[in-house]
């Protein structure tokens, strides 16, 4: 029989309340994210909170009482959403279902939203024990390589990492990275382990 854990009786802390600029999912039949919104994210360290909503390259760092400790902010200008992009976006939800109808509904609700002026810095924290913050950085195009933006744990910028094509950055440990390739045709996922090299200034 395993030995059960359960919560503290003492009363939870509320660190921090988030407001998300995310409007939320469409559902016809299948649930897709909104285009150019992302909900706001959190990471954990041994001893902190790192916070971000996403909306421009900072994150928070708080203590485990809630207070704040510091604020990184990476000064990289906002990029605007063109009318390109949007009509990007307003195909991709087409071609998101074979049902002709399924489709003009989502991008009647798509239509019927008022966007932000400008894309989202970055839509995933990754927080390592020692404090180390790495941000993805947000593409409206999922297919696209990723690219992610490390942090050392006072908030100093140590470089960038571009991930292969096809693969996604499931989780970071000290100098490696874990990548997942899903393959369409199988169904299988495949996962591999690569040391990071530590990258020189250009």
Known sequence: MLPRLRLATTPPRIVLDQRSREEGFFSFGAVRRVPFFVTPMVGFTETSIVHGSGESFEYQVYAMDGKLSRTVRLAAPAQTITRADVQRARDALNASTRDPAEARKLVAAMDAMTLPSTHPAYDRIVAESDGVVWLRAYSPDSSRA????????????????????????????GSRVVLREDDAITGLQRLKVHAIDRLHRE
């Open 146 to 173: 990723e690219s992610w933006v490390r942090f050392d744990p006072l908030g100093n910028l140590e470089g960038t990492l571009a991930i292969p094509a096809g693969w996604r950055a499931i989780g970071f440990s």
